[in-house]
């Protein structure tokens, strides 16, 4: 497909993905890595399957620690593509710093902001859904992507559908965003065939979030717009921003106030939240291997092994086992308490332990 007019994608490149602990970790998040094992990190991939709608319309906001990372796995990159947040305030501040951006870049702009970490399937139908997203956007509507939901998950928030958009039939008015529920009210919403999964995906055009925020917060908006206009201040603002998520922030007050729509869209998506989630994604049946099969030895045995310490990895008699293997930490533990290993790596900073997290 062609690229789309005035179409940029902001790319926040964030977080440390404490729940797949040891293989990410502050200093190398999962954002830089290959979980796949299709030899391009997550970051690389989102670039990819980007590239096609958006050309050279690339900002990308990530922390300064990793600023130099990103940019040598992005190579195809302007300097001042990448933006380095001195801290993390969440994702409405590197969003919102994004969107002020290129308000004073480009007038007719139309951004999406697409997490760096997430896996999609079907690249083809995410760009065309990312279009029919656009048209909405350039309506003055805040345009989410709602993903088709596969099983009731508790892990995601859900996104209730509303009527379709009178100009845009593929689009529909958003009622509510909900939180992660229970499993017995997640499959209440998949029975009623109007809840989509929030994957975080929004269209909009910057003028329009940043207008939004200043609704209900007119000092961060005018801060934001403020750095955009002089980056050199960003050390002294930076630090009073609110730490607060876009979907707290303005989406969620926006479904309120009806300036909320949605794409619902089936292509195939995963966050990799977990390592319950990185096994399901893998697909192998058995045991399955992320890394190097001939460093594993699995008798009567099923689940994940990331032989990734360069050792040999014997497991024997454990069904469902996730071990993960690295130079300097190894992690065991099962698919079903895999949420859990966040709790482990809580521990390890307790204990003053920053060097292993």
């Given at each position: 497909?062609?690229?789309?007019?005035?179409?940029?994608?902001v790319?926040p490149?964030?977080g440390?993905g404490?729940?797949?602990?040891?293989?990410?970790?502050?200093s190398s998040p999962?954002?830089?890595r290959?979980l796949?094992?299709s030899g391009?990190?997550l970051?690389q991939d989102?670039y990819?399957?980007?590239?096609p709608?958006?050309g050279?319309r690339?900002?990308?906001?990530?922390?300064r620690?990793?600023r130099?990372?990103?940019?040598a796995?992005?190579?195809?990159?302007a300097?001042?593509?990448v933006?380095?947040?001195?801290s993390a305030r969440d994702?409405?501040?590197a969003i919102g710093?994004?969107?002020?951006?290129l308000?004073r870049?480009?007038?007719?702009a139309?951004?999406?902001s697409f997490?760096a970490d997430?896996v999609?399937?079907?690249p083809?139908?995410?760009?065309a859904t990312?279009?029919?997203?656009?048209?909405?956007?350039?309506?003055?509507?805040?345009?989410?992507?709602?993903?088709?939901?596969?099983?009731p998950?508790?892990?995601f928030?859900?996104?209730?559908?509303g009527?379709?958009?009178?100009?845009?039939?593929?689009a529909y008015?958003?009622?509510a965003?909900?939180e992660?529920?229970?499993?017995e009210?997640a499959e209440g919403?998949?029975a009623?065939g109007?809840?989509r999964?929030n994957a975080?995906?929004f269209v909009?055009?910057?003028t329009v979030?940043?207008?939004?925020l200043?609704?209900?917060?007119?000092?961060?908006?005018a801060?934001?717009?403020e750095l955009?206009?002089?980056?050199?201040?960003?050390?002294?603002?930076w630090?009073?921003?609110p730490r607060?998520a876009?979907d707290?922030?303005?989406a969620?007050?926006a479904a309120?106030?009806?300036?909320?729509?949605?794409?619902p869209?089936?292509f195939g998506?995963d966050?990799?939240g977990?390592?319950?989630s990185?096994?399901t994604?893998l697909?192998?049946e058995g045991?399955t291997?992320?890394?190097d099969?001939?460093?594993?030895?699995?008798v009567?045995?099923?689940?994940?092994?990331?032989?990734?310490?360069g050792?040999?990895?014997?497991?024997?008699g454990?069904?469902?086992?996730v071990?993960?293997d690295t130079t300097?930490?190894?992690?065991?533990?099962?698919r079903?308490?895999a949420q859990?290993v966040?709790?482990?790596?809580?521990?390890l900073?307790?204990?003053?332990?920053s060097d292993l997290?």
């Amino acid at each position: 497909m062609p690229s789309i007019d005035n179409f940029w994608a902001v790319i926040p490149a964030g977080g440390a993905g404490t729940r797949l602990w040891p293989l990410s970790r502050s200093s190398s998040p999962k954002f830089l890595r290959d979980l796949t094992g299709s030899g391009r990190s997550l970051l690389q991939d989102t670039y990819d399957r980007l590239a096609p709608a958006v050309g050279d319309r690339f900002l990308v906001v990530t922390g300064r620690a990793h600023r130099d990372a990103v940019a040598a796995q992005l190579p195809e990159l302007a300097d001042d593509a990448v933006v380095a947040e001195p801290s993390a305030r969440d994702s409405m501040a590197a969003i919102g710093l994004a969107a002020a951006m290129l308000e004073r870049r480009d007038p007719d702009a139309v951004m999406g902001s697409f997490a760096a970490d997430h896996v999609i399937a079907d690249p083809q139908a995410f760009r065309a859904t990312v279009a029919t997203a656009a048209r909405a956007a350039r309506d003055d509507w805040l345009v989410t992507i709602g993903i088709e939901p596969t099983h009731p998950s508790t892990a995601f928030g859900y996104i209730h559908l509303g009527d379709a958009l009178p100009r845009h039939p593929a689009a529909y008015a958003v009622r509510a965003f909900v939180e992660k529920p229970s499993v017995e009210v997640a499959e209440g919403y998949l029975a009623t065939g109007s809840f989509r999964w929030n994957a975080g995906m929004f269209v909009v055009r910057p003028t329009v979030l940043l207008d939004l925020l200043g609704a209900g917060d007119p000092g961060f908006a005018a801060a934001l717009r403020e750095l955009a206009a002089e980056p050199d201040r960003l050390d002294d603002v930076w630090p009073t921003l609110p730490r607060i998520a876009l979907d707290h922030a303005v989406a969620e007050p926006a479904a309120d106030a009806g300036r909320v729509a949605t794409v619902p869209a089936s292509f195939g998506w995963d966050d990799i939240g977990d390592f319950d989630s990185l096994a399901t994604l893998l697909g192998g049946e058995g045991m399955t291997v992320l890394g190097d099969a001939g460093l594993v030895e699995a008798v009567d045995a099923t689940g994940l092994v990331v032989p990734s310490g360069g050792r040999m990895v014997a497991v024997v008699g454990l069904d469902d086992v996730v071990v993960v293997d690295t130079t300097d930490a190894v992690l065991v533990t099962t698919r079903a308490r895999a949420q859990q290993v966040k709790q482990a790596v809580d521990a390890l900073k307790a204990r003053g332990r920053s060097d292993l997290t």
